[in-house]
């Protein structure tokens, strides 16, 4: 017997139809096109610094855009206005020449960049294997009882408190396992937390206070203590490529 059986075998077998190669293959209107600069208004900050941004990638001079400076033009889109905002993607886009749906398609991949409103400020409590172990879970119970944040979407994506002015969720893993349970709060590193921390992060950041000076990571001495020498590498701004 022939070890595969041909095509035409098949033939007239009434056999179920594939609706994945039958339908959804015509085109449902004229493709998105790329927005023009001057019809988005986007503002002179906001191009500069996605100029910048594309200027360290080999794709500058593509004719298909700038796509691989899409997650930092993305970054930088969500620092203007808290959130990737539909807007604030087309004024990426026409910058970049490329289209609004793909960078969108981007942004829908990422869980740190948002889609939709995310308050003013972002809480996201890790809740990976070494925070779980030291009660990351109790840690996230704690600051949704804290901020009115429904516990179930904060478990799945994030949830907004009742106020509408913090954000909070999960997240699998921080990269901070020395800080378990450790939060990031507006992009900074705290920990160890205990669950009654969280109420006193919720305060502060409603009072515009610094948040836990005494347990920041920007606070902790240096392993090697103060005498250890300055090292470029790890000291000045620059990325790995300038």
């Known amino acids: ?3 595969y059986t041909p095509l035409e075998d098949f033939v007239g077998l009434d056999l179920p139809v594939d609706q994945a190669n039958t339908t959804g293959r015509d085109q449902l209107g004229e493709p998105e096109q790329i927005p023009e600069l001057s019809d988005v208004n986007c503002p002179d900050e906001l191009r500069q610094l996605i100029e910048a941004l594309m200027d360290r990638y080999p794709d500058k001079d593509s004719r298909e855009g700038h796509k691989s400076a899409s997650i930092p033009a993305l970054w930088a889109v969500q620092r203007q206005y808290g959130w990737c905002t539909p807007e604030g993607i087309r004024q990426a886009a026409a910058v970049m020449k490329v289209t609004p749906a793909y960078l969108e398609s981007v942004a829908s991949f990422y869980d740190l ?26 840690l996230l119970d704690a600051f949704c009882e804290a901020s ?3 516990r179930g979407k904060a478990g799945h994506g994030g949830a907004l408190s009742a106020d ?7 997240f ?5 396992c020395d800080l378990a349970p450790m939060v990031s709060v507006n992009e900074r590193y705290f920990g160890p937390l205990e669950a009654a921390d969280a109420k006193t992060v919720i305060d502060q950041l409603r009072e515009g206070a610094d948040v836990l000076p005494g347990k920041s990571l920007a606070k ?3 392993p090697g ?6 090292d470029d590498r790890t000291d000045s701004l620059k990325g790995p490529n300038q």
Request: net charge negative; hydrophobic share 35%; aromatic share 2%.
């Open 113 to 138: 960049l948002r889609l939709e409103p995310s308050g003013k400020s972002q809480v996201l409590v890790c809740t990976n294997i070494s925070c779980w172990m030291r009660g990351g879970d109790e």
């Open 172 to 176: 699998e893993c921080l990269g901070a």
């Open 225 to 230: 203590g103060e005498d250890v020498p300055a």
């Open 148 to 150: 009115g944040a429904d």
């Open 220 to 222: 902790r001495p240096l």
């Open 164 to 170: 509408g002015e913090v954000m909070v969720s999960g």
């Open 1 to 3: 017997m022939d070890r």
